[in-house]
C-alpha cells in the first residue's frame, strides 16, 4: 500500500498486478532478503522525474510520521499551520541526518513569521533562549520546532488567526515559491473588458485565479529573460496601468493603487533579472549564503580548537619536563642523604678505629664538612631551580588563561562584525534599488519629453503644408473670379 501510494504521488508509472509480485508472501521477493530501502530506491526514487506535485508528497510524508511524533500537549496553531512549519524544517534545515534547524535558521524563520504578523521582533528575548539552546544541543528538530512556534512564546498577543495567516505568508514565499500576489483588473484579449483576478509571481510564471482559494485557475504569463515591463497612461477609465510584454503576447493590468502598481513592476523586473542572470529565486540564494557563511564559520572554529589543541600539548609537554626536572632533584637530593648517610658511618668508624690519631681525625673531619658544607650548597642550589620552574609553569598557566580569553573576546569581534556587514549590505542593496529607479525613472522621463517634442514638430510641418495649401487655393480663387469677370 506504501509503495502504491508513493508512486501514485510521485507520478512513477507502476503495475498494481507486479507489485503484488514483488510483494509475495514467500522468499524470494526482492523485499524479502533485501530489507525495503534497496526497494525504495531501485524500484520508485530512481524512476522520479520531478513532475510530482512537491506538496502532495509532503503532505503523504507528514501523515505517514505525524501521529507518531507531533506532541500531544495543546498548541496554538492549527495541524494545517504545524504540516506547513513541518514542510518549512525541511527546506532550512541542515544537510544531515538525524535533521535538525540550527539557531540562525531559528531566528531567520521567527523573523520571518514576526514580520508577516506586522509585529516586533525581540532580539533580546531570542539570544536569552538561543544562549539555553546552545548549552544543551546544537538546534532543534522538526517537533521541537513545531512546539516552540505553538507555544506562542515569540507570537505573544497575536491571536490564532493571525499567527496562521502568517506562517500561510511564510510557507508560500519559502516552499511555493510565491514571490507576490493579490488581486488587480486584468484586460481581456478578445471582448477587451476588465476583470478582477488574483495573481501569483513565482520564479517563472505569473498565474491568475477567479479568486485567491486558487481553485478556478484562468491563465498563465510565461516569463523568461526577453519579458519587459512597462507602465502605461490611464487610459478608458482605468488608472494604474502597466504592460507585460512576452513574445507571444501581451497583458495590460490596472493595479488598485499607485504603491501597488510600483511594486508589481518593481517584482516582475526582479523576476525577469533573476531569469535572465540564471539566479535562484532570492530566498534561496539568501539559503545559500547564510549556509556558506556558517561553514565558514565552523571551518574557522574547528582551526581554532586545533591552535588551542596543539597550545594545549605544549603545556603538557613543558609540565612533563618539569616533573622530569623534579624527579631528578628529588634522586639528588636522596644521592646527598646516602651520601650524608654514608658520611657519618664513615665517621664513626673512623672514631672507633683511630681514636688514638685524634689530630689527623681533626683534619679528615674538617675536610668532611667542608664537603657537606659544598653538598649543602649544591642541595640549596637544586632547591631554588625547582621553586623558579615552579614559578613559571603557574606564568605559564597564567598565560594559557590570557590566550583563551583574548580568543572568546575576538570571536566576539568577529560575530559583531559579521552582522555589521551584513546590514551594510542589505542597506547599500537598498540604496542601489532606489538609485536604479531613480534612474529608470529619469529615462522614461526623458522618453516622453523626446515624444512630445517628435509630435510638436509633426503638427509643425503639417501647418505649414496646410497654409501653403491655403495659400494656392487664394490664387486659383483669384483666378478663377478673373475668369468670371
Same mark, same amino acid.
Given at each position: 500500500v506504501l509503495s502504491h501510494n508513493l508512486c501514485t504521488v510521485l507520478n512513477v508509472p507502476h503495475d498494481p498486478v507486479a507489485l503484488e509480485e514483488h510483494f509475495r508472501d514467500d522468499d524470494e521477493g526482492p523485499v524479502s532478503n533485501q530489507g525495503y530501502m534497496p526497494y525504495l530506491n531501485k524500484f520508485i526514487l530512481e524512476k522520479v522525474q520531478g513532475n510530482f506535485d512537491k506538496v502532495e508528497f509532503n503532505r503523504m510524508c507528514w501523515t505517514l510520521c505525524a501521529k507518531k511524533n507531533l506532541s500531544k500537549s495543546p498548541l496554538q496553531i492549527s495541524d494545517e499551520d504545524a504540516f506547513k512549519v513541518w514542510v518549512i524544517f525541511n527546506f532550512l534545515s541542515e544537510d544531515k541526518y538525524p535533521l535538525i534547524i540550527v539557531p540562525e535558521e531559528i531566528e531567520y524563520l521567527l523573523k520571518k513569521i514576526t514580520e508577516a504578523m506586522g509585529a516586533g521582533w525581540q532580539q533580546e528575548q531570542f539570544d536569552h533562549y538561543k544562549i539555553a539552546l546552545n548549552t544543551s544541543r546544537e538546534?532543534?528538530?522538526?517537533?521541537?520546532?513545531?512546539?516552540?512556534?505553538?507555544?506562542?512564546?515569540?507570537?505573544?498577543?497575536?491571536?490564532?488567526?493571525?499567527?496562521?495567516?502568517?506562517?500561510?505568508?511564510?510557507?508560500?514565499?519559502?516552499?511555493?515559491?510565491?514571490?507576490?500576489?493579490?488581486?488587480?483588473?486584468?484586460?481581456?484579449?478578445?471582448?477587451?473588458?476588465?476583470?478582477?483576478?488574483?495573481?501569483?509571481?513565482?520564479?517563472?510564471?505569473?498565474?491568475?485565479?477567479?479568486?485567491?482559494d486558487l481553485k478556478d485557475k484562468k491563465g498563465d504569463i510565461i516569463l523568461d529573460g526577453n519579458c519587459c515591463v512597462e507602465a502605461l497612461p490611464d487610459k478608458d477609465g482605468k488608472k494604474c496601468l502597466f504592460l507585460i510584454k512576452c513574445l507571444d503576447k501581451s497583458f495590460e493590468i490596472s493595479a488598485s493603487d499607485k504603491k501597488k502598481k510600483q511594486e508589481w513592476i518593481q517584482a516582475i523586473?526582479?523576476?525577469?533579472?533573476?531569469?535572465?542572470?540564471?539566479?535562484?529565486?532570492?530566498?534561496? /540564494?539568501?539559503?545559500?549564503?547564510?549556509?556558506?557563511?556558517?561553514?565558514?564559520?565552523?571551518?574557522?572554529?574547528?582551526?581554532?580548537?586545533?591552535?588551542?589543541k596543539e597550545l594545549q600539548t605544549a603545556n603538557e609537554n613543558k609540565q612533563?619536563?618539569?616533573?622530569?626536572?623534579?624527579?631528578?632533584? /628529588?634522586?639528588a637530593a636522596a644521592r646527598a642523604a646516602e651520601e650524608e648517610k654514608k658520611r657519618l658511618q664513615t665517621q664513626v668508624e673512623l672514631q672507633d678505629r683511630f681514636s688514638m690519631e685524634l689530630e689527623r681525625e681533626k683534619m679528615v673531619r674538617q675536610k668532611m664538612e667542608e664537603q657537606v658544607a659544598q653538598k649543602s650548597s649544591e642541595l640549596e642550589q637544586y632547591l631554588q631551580r625547582v621553586r623558579e620552574l615552579e614559578e613559571m609553569y603557574k606564568q605559564l598557566q597564567e598565560a594559557l588563561e590570557v590566550e583563551k580569553q583574548a580568543r572568546q573576546d575576538e570571536e566576539t569581534v568577529r560575530?559583531?562584525?559579521?552582522?555589521?556587514?551584513?546590514?551594510?549590505?542589505?542597506?547599500?542593496?537598498?540604496?542601489?534599488?532606489?538609485h536604479l529607479q531613480q534612474q529608470q525613472t529619469i529615462q522614461m522621463t526623458e522618453a516622453e519629453k523626446q515624444e512630445l517634442e517628435n509630435q510638436r514638430m509633426i503638427k509643425e510641418r503639417a501647418l505649414q503644408v496646410a497654409m501653403q495649401q491655403l495659400e494656392q487655393l487664394e490664387l486659383e480663387r483669384k483666378e478663377a473670379l478673373e475668369q468670371y469677370e
Amino acid at each position: 500500500v506504501l509503495s502504491h501510494n508513493l508512486c501514485t504521488v510521485l507520478n512513477v508509472p507502476h503495475d498494481p498486478v507486479a507489485l503484488e509480485e514483488h510483494f509475495r508472501d514467500d522468499d524470494e521477493g526482492p523485499v524479502s532478503n533485501q530489507g525495503y530501502m534497496p526497494y525504495l530506491n531501485k524500484f520508485i526514487l530512481e524512476k522520479v522525474q520531478g513532475n510530482f506535485d512537491k506538496v502532495e508528497f509532503n503532505r503523504m510524508c507528514w501523515t505517514l510520521c505525524a501521529k507518531k511524533n507531533l506532541s500531544k500537549s495543546p498548541l496554538q496553531i492549527s495541524d494545517e499551520d504545524a504540516f506547513k512549519v513541518w514542510v518549512i524544517f525541511n527546506f532550512l534545515s541542515e544537510d544531515k541526518y538525524p535533521l535538525i534547524i540550527v539557531p540562525e535558521e531559528i531566528e531567520y524563520l521567527l523573523k520571518k513569521i514576526t514580520e508577516a504578523m506586522g509585529a516586533g521582533w525581540q532580539q533580546e528575548q531570542f539570544d536569552h533562549y538561543k544562549i539555553a539552546l546552545n548549552t544543551s544541543r546544537e538546534g532543534l528538530s522538526a517537533w521541537e520546532l513545531i512546539d516552540l512556534i505553538g507555544s506562542g512564546q515569540f507570537s505573544k498577543g497575536m491571536d490564532r488567526q493571525t499567527v496562521s495567516m502568517a506562517i500561510n505568508e511564510v510557507f508560500n514565499e519559502l516552499i511555493l515559491d510565491v514571490l507576490k500576489q493579490g488581486y488587480m483588473l486584468k484586460k481581456g484579449h478578445k471582448r477587451k473588458n476588465w476583470t478582477e483576478r488574483w495573481f501569483v509571481l513565482k520564479p517563472n510564471i505569473i498565474s491568475y485565479y477567479v479568486s485567491e482559494d486558487l481553485k478556478d485557475k484562468k491563465g498563465d504569463i510565461i516569463l523568461d529573460g526577453n519579458c519587459c515591463v512597462e507602465a502605461l497612461p490611464d487610459k478608458d477609465g482605468k488608472k494604474c496601468l502597466f504592460l507585460i510584454k512576452c513574445l507571444d503576447k501581451s497583458f495590460e493590468i490596472s493595479a488598485s493603487d499607485k504603491k501597488k502598481k510600483q511594486e508589481w513592476i518593481q517584482a516582475i523586473q526582479t523576476t525577469v533579472s533573476l531569469l535572465r542572470a540564471g539566479s535562484p529565486p532570492p530566498h534561496k /540564494e539568501a539559503r545559500q549564503k547564510r549556509k556558506e557563511l556558517r561553514q565558514k564559520l565552523l571551518a574557522e572554529h574547528e582551526e581554532l580548537e586545533r591552535q588551542m589543541k596543539e597550545l594545549q600539548t605544549a603545556n603538557e609537554n613543558k609540565q612533563k619536563e618539569l616533573e622530569t626536572v623534579r624527579k631528578q632533584l /628529588e634522586a639528588a637530593a636522596a644521592r646527598a642523604a646516602e651520601e650524608e648517610k654514608k658520611r657519618l658511618q664513615t665517621q664513626v668508624e673512623l672514631q672507633d678505629r683511630f681514636s688514638m690519631e685524634l689530630e689527623r681525625e681533626k683534619m679528615v673531619r674538617q675536610k668532611m664538612e667542608e664537603q657537606v658544607a659544598q653538598k649543602s650548597s649544591e642541595l640549596e642550589q637544586y632547591l631554588q631551580r625547582v621553586r623558579e620552574l615552579e614559578e613559571m609553569y603557574k606564568q605559564l598557566q597564567e598565560a594559557l588563561e590570557v590566550e583563551k580569553q583574548a580568543r572568546q573576546d575576538e570571536e566576539t569581534v568577529r560575530k559583531l562584525q559579521a552582522r555589521l556587514l551584513e546590514e551594510e549590505s542589505a542597506k547599500r542593496a537598498e540604496l542601489e534599488k532606489w538609485h536604479l529607479q531613480q534612474q529608470q525613472t529619469i529615462q522614461m522621463t526623458e522618453a516622453e519629453k523626446q515624444e512630445l517634442e517628435n509630435q510638436r514638430m509633426i503638427k509643425e510641418r503639417a501647418l505649414q503644408v496646410a497654409m501653403q495649401q491655403l495659400e494656392q487655393l487664394e490664387l486659383e480663387r483669384k483666378e478663377a473670379l478673373e475668369q468670371y469677370e
